[in-house]
């Protein structure tokens, strides 16, 4: 018999996250843009956990959203000022103050974040050209991914929970927004994964890893041609030694 279920953190109410959270209000909107495969068969969904974080946050299911009706009004809404949270060269960087408060002009910022595997999240991106056409945001990490659990495909790519907390404080540190619960989002995704190791050394528990997970320190980063072809975050320019 399969356990009870919480349709809103979807984990089984036994373990359910809910009561542990407190919704954080922010002047930002957020709309995580979900992936079916993330929203169906992913147990650690981190975007649904951050989603269930923000009060004035909203979560949608898809692949392509040029035809998400909810979403083009968001992107037309004019009370809004949208963008996309997505690396780049012409992406805003939100650590050194590449979007001000007199860029939005009096309207909210609403920040699209797609939730999904890298490889997936490019697929949307493919696929949603209103998407390609907002202005793009982007934020210098103040640390590696935390992700134990999991493996990121290249240094500088994080989980959507470590995102969206790294984007928060970089609009708290511009005037913004404020952060309210700084150490809510990061102790969740701690606990999260606490909870998984836990189970990986169970062998009464069926269906997890059975191997001691590397740590993410010393993993070794995919490397070669491939690599670069369908590299993620861009490589930082090679710095210019002006000495003499």
Avoid at 15 to 28: D, K
């Amino acid at each position: 018999m399969s356990r009870e279920t919480c349709y809103r953190c979807f984990w089984p109410k036994t373990l359910c996250w809910c009561p542990s959270i407190s919704p954080m209000a922010t002047r930002t909107r957020f709309v995580f843009l979900m992936h079916p495969k993330e929203y169906k068969q992913e147990k650690a969904a981190t975007g649904r956990l951050t989603h269930l974080c923000l009060a004035n946050s909203e979560l949608h299911m898809g692949i392509g959203f040029d035809e998400h009706e909810a979403v083009q009004a968001l992107i037309h809404d004019p009370r809004y000022f949208p963008v996309l949270l997505y690396p780049g060269p012409d992406a805003r960087n939100l650590s050194a103050g590449g979007l001000t408060a007199a860029d939005l002009g009096g309207r909210t910022l609403l920040v699209f974040l797609l939730d999904s595997t890298w490889s997936g999240a490019r697929k949307m991106l493919r696929l949603s050209p209103s998407l390609q056409r907002l202005p793009r945001v982007m934020f210098i990490s103040s640390s590696p991914s935390r992700y134990v659990i999991k493996q990121q495909p290249q240094e500088g790519c994080l989980s959507t929970l470590e995102a969206t907390h790294e984007m928060l404080r970089a609009l708290e540190q511009s005037g913004l927004d404020q952060y309210p619960l700084p150490d809510q989002l990061l102790g969740l995704f701690q606990r999260m994964q606490d909870f998984q190791l836990r189970c990986a050394a169970d062998p009464a528990l069926a269906g997890y890893c059975r191997k001691a997970y590397t740590p993410a320190a010393v993993r070794v980063p995919t490397i070669g041609p491939a690599s670069r072809r369908r590299r993620y975050v861009p490589l930082a320019p090679p710095r210019t030694d002006t000495s003499s």
